[in-house]
């Protein structure tokens, strides 16, 4: 239990590093509400240690936008603000603006190629390596290379073009 609550905090405090909009929530707290997320998933029995932190990431993607949106909920009309990718792919801190046009971007991803989404929702959200992802997703490093530069071009076009 030790090993999994530090990697869930490593995942935590990766997430948070690019998220410098929430000043109220601390890494333990992210783990905290992600813990009693992936608890309340009734029945949910995940296939390897790789999966459930898989699964853990994408819950913390969640935590993040749903604070996101209801941080923004009031700011409406005001224009759109550009994200820049290189800035996000690049995981750099992001704007709660920004990661909701990259979130929605994302879900046309998925549609897409949803082994590319979560390429990116690891190496992004997670801060996973590529040899990690690979594990995880049962594939070569250098598929996972292939998909995040894939999945990289994919979304400039999606938020550029």
């Known amino acids: 239990m030790e090993l999994t609550y530090r990697e869930l905090r ?7 590093r690019r998220e410098y909009s929430v000043r109220s929530l601390q890494t333990n707290d992210l783990v905290h509400e ?9 029945g949910n029995l995940w296939r390897d240690r790789g999966h459930f932190f898989q699964v853990a990431a994408h819950i913390m993607r969640q935590i993040l936008i749903d ?3 209801k941080r923004n909920a009031g700011k409406r009309g ?3 603000p550009e994200i820049s990718l290189d800035r996000a792919l690049n995981i750099v801190e992001a704007r709660s603006g920004d990661l909701l046009l990259l979130e929605e971007a994302l879900k046309r991803l998925e549609k897409v190629d949803g082994r590319q989404c979560q390429v ?10 590529d040899e990690e992802i690979a594990e ?3 594939v070569s ?3 996972v290379h292939r998909e995040w530069r894939m999945a990289r071009a ?3 076009k999606e938020l550029y073009g």
């Open 154 to 156: 994919w979304l400039y």
């Open 78 to 80: 005001g224009g759109v």
């Open 120 to 129: 990116v929702e690891m190496r992004f959200f997670a801060g996973m390596q």
């Open 10 to 16: 490593k995942i935590a405090a990766a997430s948070l």
């Open 67 to 69: 604070r996101a949106r």
């Open 141 to 143: 490093s250098r598929t």
């Open 34 to 42: 992600a813990y009693l997320r992936l608890a309340n998933q009734a």
């Open 136 to 138: 995880v997703l049962g």
